[in-house]
């Protein structure tokens, strides 16, 4: 059996920056383990698989496909970046002729569009609410050490955890800080957590950005993540209610980097614009 993969860099316009995903082509129905077995075998932060819904569905015309998303060590309810590659596959290499694409996943129907050299990916909005930080203290010690943090959140329906540093540090604090993702399975005691953004407000005057940040997630199998649509699910929340602004720009600085052009929606949603580089096309035999 032959499945057309891609390797896609997400939320920048230049190969080998922003966060590269993989994303298989399923003409037929995959056998179950074998979606963790490609995944681990790629070895990237994700493998996103889309799959037709209904036998005559057509990847060049058919504007509704099934996907899913794997770590290398297991499925996730939501990747933003591998979204956001898939839609590029089908755009850009497939040549869909639809305007919009629906996307059926564990999160429920998400869509993806064009917007000249942009695909706006319509994602939920999560609410990160205020953590009592005892029960965190020692992972955010093992993250930032002794470093000032300014507000602790925890968003229950993605199970992240929102540590914002304080307003005197800028991006290049943030940039330069060793963190070492692999001793948070041990500080980590709450058994709720899945994943860490730290984040840091920006200098928006002019065209600067409105805050920046890093996300890690050794607990499915990903200790640095370049650049994270989820994350920005639950960071889009917060920055708007604490700029007061629905649209933002906004920059994740691993070694990588990438840029994410955020719109806070009304109906408790949020676009978040990215560009794509694809770097790899080929056939997986198995």
Known sequence: MQIPIFTVDAFTNRPFSGNPAAVCLLEN????????????????????????????????????????????????????HATLASAAVLFHVQKNTNS???????????KARQEKDHIVLDLPLYT?????????????????GDMIVQDVRYSPDTKKLLVRL????D????????????????????GKL???????????????????????????GVLEDPVTGSA?????SYWSEQLGKKEMLAFQCSRRGGE???????????????????????????
Request: net charge neutral; proline share 3%.
């Open 171 to 190: 991006r290049s604090v943030l940039e330069n800080l060793k963190v070492s993702a692999q001793h948070f399975l041990s500080a980590e005691k709450t």
């Open 232 to 236: 920005h699910a639950v960071l889009s």
């Open 100 to 110: 919009v694409l629906t996307f059926v996943t564990l999160s429920g129907e998400l």
């Open 29 to 80: 129905d995959l056998d179950e383990d074998l979606h963790q077995k490609i995944a681990t075998e790629m070895n990237l932060s994700e493998t996103a698989f889309i799959r037709k819904l209904k036998p005559g569905d057509d990847f060049t015309k058919s504007s509704c496909f099934g996907l899913r998303w794997f770590t290398p060590a297991s499925e996730v309810p939501l990747c933003g």
């Open 260 to 286: 994410l052009k955020i719109s806070v929606r009304s109906d408790g949603r949020v676009d978040i614009a990215g560009q794509t580089a694809v770097v790899l096309k080929g056939n997986l035999t198995l």
């Open 194 to 220: 899945k994943g860490l953004i730290l984040t840091v407000k920006g200098n928006s005057s002019g065209k600067g950005h409105d805050f920046y940040s890093r996300y890690f997630a050794p607990w499915v």
């Open 166 to 169: 304080s307003d005197t540090y």
């Open 128 to 144: 990160a609410y205020p953590q009592e930080l005892k029960e965190v203290e020692e992972l955010i010690k093992a993250a930032v």
